[in-house]
């Protein structure tokens, strides 16, 4: 009996904010203008795992090779997390990650033979089709440039 009691209660109360157009346009912009500062790509599996590898190849030392494989750098990694903050799962699904000896980073797509070799400046991809092999060297890193070459590697 309280239940039905306290529903009339809001119901008569959600009324009157019903009937206040002005009110309802007040609330509508609101939300509108959270939905538009939290517009951050989704991240879903792909992002999490590639930041669980991200985790453990940081854990690796000098010589995590058996000879004297550098870790990774820095700078690399906070690239590569920055490039994570920015994309989004669909663009990150079929990659996966692995530490290079001299301390960069390679991003590999084994489903579309597309790697890129991720530095502390720059990055380097390749795409292998058939018997062609296209890429570029020394592409100046931003995380729009890095989520643009993934983009085209995925096609």
Do not use: C
Not at 88 to 105: A, C, F, K, R
């Amino acid at each position: 009996m309280e239940a039905i009691s306290i529903s009339a209660e809001l119901f008569r109360e959600i009324g009157h904010i019903a009937d206040n157009e002005s009110y309802l346009a007040k609330v509508l912009d609101f939300v509108k203008n959270l939905t538009r500062k939290n517009s951050m790509p989704m991240h879903g599996i792909a992002y999490l795992t590639l930041l669980e590898q991200l985790s453990d190849f940081q854990e690796y030392g000098k010589g995590w090779d058996g000879a004297n494989a550098l870790p990774l750098n820095n700078t690399v990694v906070k690239n590569f997390k920055a490039m994570l903050a920015k994309s989004n799962d669909q663009d990150l699904s079929g990659w996966h990650i692995s530490p290079e000896v001299n301390g960069t980073l390679l991003l590999q797509n084994e489903a579309n033979n597309a790697g890129i070799n991720l530095g502390t400046r720059d990055f380097s991809y390749f795409l292998i089709k058939g018997e062609d092999v296209e890429g570029a060297n020394n592409i100046r890193f931003t995380p729009k440039a890095l989520i643009d070459t993934i983009k085209k590697l995925n096609q």
